[in-house]
């Protein structure tokens, strides 16, 4: 699955405030056989989504047609437990874009960003803010600016930074994965082999 191009990003947004969600309720582990990233998006949350009859339940957020768009509002400690990628992949074959929490775990973050997923960490403060004005109003619009490394409430105009490293930001705006990056950067590492093999020879002649 390629990496999309991200930018800028508006959108409504589905809440969902449980603290330390973990790896295995994003993708039960019975559905890890696959070795591509496309079709998990099906399965996400499976457990709190369907009963074992494969009856939605009528009040998870994702059965709510109340609530959608491209971002997802966790609650602290998101995407704790195993390593697998999959979890990164079945939010994002999904549709969502981003994921924000007032923490992620380390891995699962670095799963996200290797997959086109951008995890938006916030303060304590700005998530609470965020879930109280989407649960009264679930039209409401977040606006996701990476190059600024900016989220704002677009109503309000309510804004938070968010650190993220510069490498990634670059990969994400380019829709670069780790080997597009290396291409792209192919004429500057031939350059700096050059320069280094030059040098090498100046110094075998001293």
């Known amino acids: 699955m390629p990496i999309a191009k991200f930018n800028i990003l508006e959108s409504t947004c ?121 649960g009264k109003n679930p039209g409401t619009i977040v606006k996701i600016d990476l190059p600024n490394q900016e989220i704002s409430l677009t109503a309000s105009g309510i804004k938070e930074n968010f650190e993220i490293s510069s490498y990634k930001k670059d990969c994400l705006i380019n829709g670069y994965d780790d080997i597009d990056y290396l291409i792209n950067m192919k004429d500057k590492i031939i350059d700096y082999e050059k320069n280094r093999l030059f040098w090498k020879n100046e110094l075998s002649l001293l």
Do not use: C, M
Request: proline share 6%.
């Open 14 to 134: 589905v809440p969902l405030p449980a603290e330390n969600i973990d790896t295995d309720q994003i993708i039960p582990a019975r559905f890890l056989k696959a070795t591509s990233r496309e079709g998990f998006g099906e399965n996400l949350f499976r457990d709190w989504r369907f009963d074992k009859r494969g009856n939605p339940y009528p009040d998870f957020i994702l059965n709510n047609p109340d609530y959608s768009g491209h971002i997802l509002i966790g609650g602290k400690n998101f995407g704790s437990g195993s390593s697998r990628e999959h979890a990164a992949w079945a939010i994002y074959d999904y549709g969502f874009k981003v994921v924000i929490s007032s923490f992620f775990a380390d891995i699962f973050k670095n799963n996200a960003l290797n997959t086109g997923l951008l995890p938006v960490q916030v303060t304590k403060s700005f998530l609470k803010t965020l879930l109280i004005t989407i």
